[in-house]
């Protein structure tokens, strides 16, 4: 594992655990070059996926990005970090179990809403927001009216 700080290539593997949820192994490592701590997180990857954009462009997926765009759309919210990690390592899990290499992220969209909507409601409308291209405050209203209407009928 090449160093973060200072590029070398030869890192020291100090202490490995399981995360809480046993989804990753944690890594304590330690550079000899230039003496920095850093930990890594090792996780099972069963098959290599890609996302098909709308305009017809493949990327890889990251993981990542996933969890970057999730806690922007849980910042400031009384959610537990274990929460989360538990429902991205679901979302991962639920788009490996596709039988799929490219998956629409449109399908990856939904899934991510379907996951935050179970999670936090407000998370849900921020993510619904960027996902579903809100121009005006009037695509807010009409989201959060059929939310509600959703609601009253359950």
């Keep these: 594992m090449r160093c973060p700080f200072c590029s070398n290539e030869d890192t020291q593997v100090k202490d490995s655990r399981p995360t809480e949820d046993r989804s990753a192994i944690r890594r304590r490592r330690f550079c000899a070059s230039c003496g920095a701590r850093f ?28 969890e970057r765009s999730i806690n922007i759309a849980l910042r400031k919210r009384p959610v537990e970090p274990e929460r989360v990690e538990r429902m991205i390592n679901g979302i991962v899990r639920q788009l490996e179990s596709l039988g799929e290499s490219e ?25 619904a927001s960027v996902y579903k291209n809100f121009r005006e405050a009037a695509d807010f209203e009409a989201f959060v009216g059929k939310l509600s209407d959703s609601e009253d009928n359950q």
Excluded: C, H, W
């Design 103 to 127: 998956i629409p992220s449109e399908t990856v969209g939904k899934i991510v809403m379907d996951a935050l909507s179970n999670l936090d409601q407000v998370a849900y409308v921020r993510f």
């Design 39 to 66: 930990t890594t997180f090792e996780r099972v990857q069963l098959r290599e996926l890609t996302i098909l954009k709308k305009n017809n462009r493949r990327t890889i997926f990251d993981r990542d990005k996933l």
